[in-house]
C-alpha cells in the first residue's frame, strides 16, 4: 500500500503535537507504527505532505477537530468485560457499600472507559447486588467513536474472554455475532467525553468515591501521567480511592495517594 513517508524531524513535531493534544506518548521505537497511522489518516484527507498535514493540524482553523480525529486513530482501545474484575469488587464493596450504608449515595468515575466494557462491568456488579439505582456511574473517554459505541451497549466477541460470570448472567445475551447487556445497565451509566490531560475543567464533576484509570497512564509520559494522577487526586473525596491497572503503579510518581493492600488488591486511597 503507498503511505507517505516521515521524516525525523517530522516525527518529532507530529508527535509532539500529539502529546500536547491527549498525552499520548510516542518514542522514536513507535516511530513506524506512529508514521503508518498519521500518513493513512493524512492521505484519507487529501495530504500528499506530513509537514503540510502538520500546519494544517497546528494552524489551520479545521486542525483542532481533524487531530481529534487523528488522536482517535492513535489511542489504543483494547478491553473486555470482566478484565481485572477483583479490584472492581474490592472497591464496591469497601468504598461504594459503606458509602450507602451511611445513607449517601456514592459516586464512580470510570475515566478511560473505551467502548464500554469496563463501566458495564461496574454496573453489573452494582446490578447483582441490587446497588445499581444508589449509586451515581459516570464513565468518560477521549474518543468519540468508543463512547458511540460504549452507548450501544453492544459488544464484539472479543468482548468476552471466558465464561459469563454466574452473578451477571442475567443481564447478558450472547449471540454468535456478539454481546448485550440489558439497556438498563448501560441506561445507568453517564458518558461523557473528556481527555484526561484537560484537568483543570474538571471542577464542576464534583468529587468521587471511586475512580477508575486503568490501563491508559501506560500511554503517557510520566510526567503527563503525575500531572493526571494530582488531577485525578482532586476529584476524590476524602476517603476515596483510586484503581488503576494491575500492572501499573504509582509509586514512582511519588503521590501522596496512600497504596493499600485491601483483601489481594492494591489501590491508591486518599487520607479522610
Ligand atoms: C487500553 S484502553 C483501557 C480501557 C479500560 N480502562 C480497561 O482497562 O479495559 C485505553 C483508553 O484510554 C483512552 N485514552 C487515551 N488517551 C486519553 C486521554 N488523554 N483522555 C481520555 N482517554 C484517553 C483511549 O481512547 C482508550 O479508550
Not at 464512580?108 to 446497588?131: D, F, K, M, S
Not at 468519540?144 to 459469563?164: D, I
Not at 484537560?198 to 500531572?227: H, K, Q
Request: hydrophobic share 45%; proline share 5%; glycine share 8%.
Amino acid at each position: 500500500m503507498p503511505t507517505l513517508p516521515m521524516a525525523p524531524q517530522v516525527f518529532s513535531i507530529l508527535s509532539a503535537l500529539v502529546a500536547e493534544r491527549a498525552g499520548l506518548h510516542f518514542d522514536a521505537s513507535h516511530a513506524p507504527i506512529f508514521g503508518d497511522k498519521v500518513a493513512a489518516r493524512a492521505m484519507e484527507v487529501g495530504f500528499d505532505s506530513l509537514l503540510e498535514y502538520y500546519y494544517f493540524l497546528r494552524y489551520d482553523a479545521g486542525g483542532g477537530a481533524e487531530l481529534d480525529l487523528l488522536v482517535e486513530q492513535l489511542v489504543v482501545g483494547e478491553t473486555y468485560l470482566f478484565r481485572e474484575l477483583p479490584p472492581l469488587e474490592v472497591a464496591i464493596t469497601r468504598f461504594v457499600l459503606p458509602a450507602i450504608e451511611q445513607g449517601r449515595r456514592p459516586r464512580i468515575w470510570c475515566a478511560a472507559c473505551a467502548t464500554g466494557e469496563e463501566p458495564h462491568t461496574v454496573a453489573l456488579i452494582l446490578a447483582a447486588r441490587g446497588l445499581l439505582n444508589q449509586v451515581d456511574l459516570i464513565a468518560s473517554d477521549i474518543s468519540n467513536a468508543a463512547l458511540r459505541r460504549a452507548r450501544a451497549g453492544r459488544f464484539g466477541r472479543r468482548a468476552l474472554r471466558g465464561e459469563v460470570p454466574a452473578f451477571a448472567a442475567r443481564w447478558i445475551h450472547t449471540d454468535p455475532e456478539g454481546v448485550s447487556v440489558e439497556a438498563q445497565l448501560t441506561d445507568a451509566v453517564q458518558w461523557q467525553r473528556i481527555n484526561l490531560i484537560d484537568g483543570g475543567r474538571w471542577p464542576e464533576m464534583g468529587l468521587f468515591d471511586v475512580i477508575l484509570c486503568r490501563n491508559v497512564l501506560i500511554y503517557f509520559s510520566d510526567d503527563t501521567a503525575r500531572r493526571v494522577v494530582a488531577n485525578l487526586n482532586q476529584r476524590l473525596r476524602p476517603g476515596g480511592v483510586l484503581v488503576v491497572g494491575i500492572s501499573e503503579s504509582l509509586l514512582r510518581f511519588g503521590s501522596d495517594l496512600r497504596c493499600e493492600e485491601r483483601d489481594g488488591v492494591f489501590l491508591y486511597e486518599k487520607l479522610a
